[in-house]
Nanobody, 126 residues
Framework: QVQLVESGGGLVQPGGSLRLSCAAS????????MGWYRQAPGKERELVAL???????NYSDSVKGRFTITSDNGRNAVYLQMTSLKPEDTAVYYC????????????????????WGQGTLVTVSS
């Protein structure tokens, strides 16, 4: 009933930039936190960046100074601006939302603990 849809992935050269977008659909009251994770082939999924409803930020050390996470609470959306991209940034990037308060199909108030998007592929290569 609550879904996350990512967009913005693609092929980019080293040193280039991309902007990823993620929007939550449904009748939503609030989202406690949204973030971006990534998973490269043969590796575990890892946190890239996270932003809470209060504005607290967390970044992976590998992307600090290069990536910026922002949110639009009115649109229930989160964005990841990626600059100075490196080949090691190549991965499937997943949007994540935590503690989503929403209305279900019977118009009852519910909370989803965690919801994941389908992923969008980012490839950094010359």
């Amino acid at each position: 009933q609550v879904q996350l849809v990512e967009s913005g992935g693609g092929l980019v050269q080293p040193g280039g930039s991309l902007r990823l977008s993620c929007a939550a659909s449904g009748t939503i009251f609030s989202i406690n936190a949204m973030g971006w994770y990534r998973q490269a082939p043969g590796k575990e999924r890892e946190l890239v960046a996270l932003i809470t409803s209060g504005g607290s930020l967390n970044y992976s050390d590998s992307v600090k100074g290069r990536f910026t996470i922002t949110s639009d609470n009115g649109r229930n959306a989160v964005y990841l601006q990626m600059t100075s991209l490196k080949p090691e940034d190549t991965a499937v990037y997943y949007c994540n939302a935590q503690r989503i308060s929403y209305r279900d199909r019977y118009w009852r108030t519910r909370e989803a603990l965690e919801v994941w998007g389908q992923g969008t592929l980012v490839t950094v290569s010359s």
